[in-house]
């Protein structure tokens, strides 16, 4: 089974299908970027003032962070460090809770590592019997996302502290790609040790808008993070990646005004949905998750034929008949439900 990423092919229209921010970065961002000469596009950058402002911003210490080139860069180095010394013979196991970002397994895959994937429950509540029982000598990896891509729904404090005891040996890296939108993280876990193998994964491409940047961070102990900090690349963020990030930091304005709009859009999509019956499932992200049935591949080549792309989740497990809608700029949702209201009424 292979187990590379597929990368969504490229989409015109309004982008509701990446979990991009719609509004795009603070315009400080771009103030900064405009500000910089050729002259240091051509030197290697420094990176003490981004890490500086990125530890600032979670509260912890520089030595309790490390930036990565996008999260799926610190997914990577998670999977080198924890399966490390695997063989074809007798592969070291990584746990995926499913459904779950596609990276995981590309990553645990790649460097030999044995996916060991967790079935969801019907009603995607989390199914830590279900990983507990998974766990044996060979787990060397856990990777757990909070709140879930694509369900939106988020997993109890208590839950991932028994997840990380449970498997002492290995790993846990706690994705938090949207932990903004959510307002609950597990950072003071991880960078004081109270879980001493929890790892933290973060990325400013959703509520800052640098996706295109690729800046993301992992967060744990000093000692936890030192194996990762051997084989990361030196120069790993670019100039203008790591000019970039002060900047969005900086404009907690912008970040608010951001932060509410998804909540405002995402009461909107709510709204259109259960006036239509569509089922879906209350998210803490910065999406929504519905149900269309059998109807999925018409509503959705419907709804791009009007202009807006949602994304077709129905092959993750336990999603069929499942898109996954982006909630942003409130602008945008409004545009995004007159277009599910035509296409919805056009199938009564």
Known sequence: MSHQYERPPGADGLRLHLNENTA???????????????????????????????????????????????????????????????????????????????MYAACADGVGGRIIDIPPRSDFSFPLDRVVESVTAKTRVVFLTNPNNPTGLSIPRDTVAAVAQAAPQALVLLDEAYADFSGESMIDDASSGRIPNLVIGRTFAKAYGLAGLRVGALVGTAERLAPMRRIVPPYTLNVYAAAALPAALEDIAYYDWYLTEVRQSKALLYEVLTRH????????????????????????????????????????????????????????????????????????
Do not use: K, M
């Open 24 to 102: 795009g970065c603070s315009p400080r961002v771009i103030e900064v970027l405009r500000s910089l000469t050729r002259e240091q596009a051509a030197i290697y950058p420094d990176y003490d003032r981004a890490v500086e402002a990125a530890a600032a911003r979670f509260g912890i210490g520089s030595d309790s962070l490390l930036l990565t080139n996008g999260l799926d860069e610190g997914i990577l180095l998670t999977a080198i460090v924890g399966l490390r010394g695997s063989t074809v013979a007798d592969p070291f196991e990584a746990i995926i809770v499913q459904p779950a970002f596609d």
């Open 277 to 348: 019956r569509v089922q879906f499932w209350p998210s803490e992200g910065n999406f929504v998750l519905a149900c269309f049935g059998d109807d999925l591949p018409r509503v959705i080549g419907d709804i791009a034929q009007r202009g807006v792309i949602i994304r077709d989740r129905s092959h993750d497990p336990g999603c069929a008949g499942c898109a996954r809608i982006t909630a942003g700029v409130l602008a945008h949702t409004r545009r995004l439900a007159a277009v599910l209201e035509e296409v919805l009424c056009d199938a009564r």
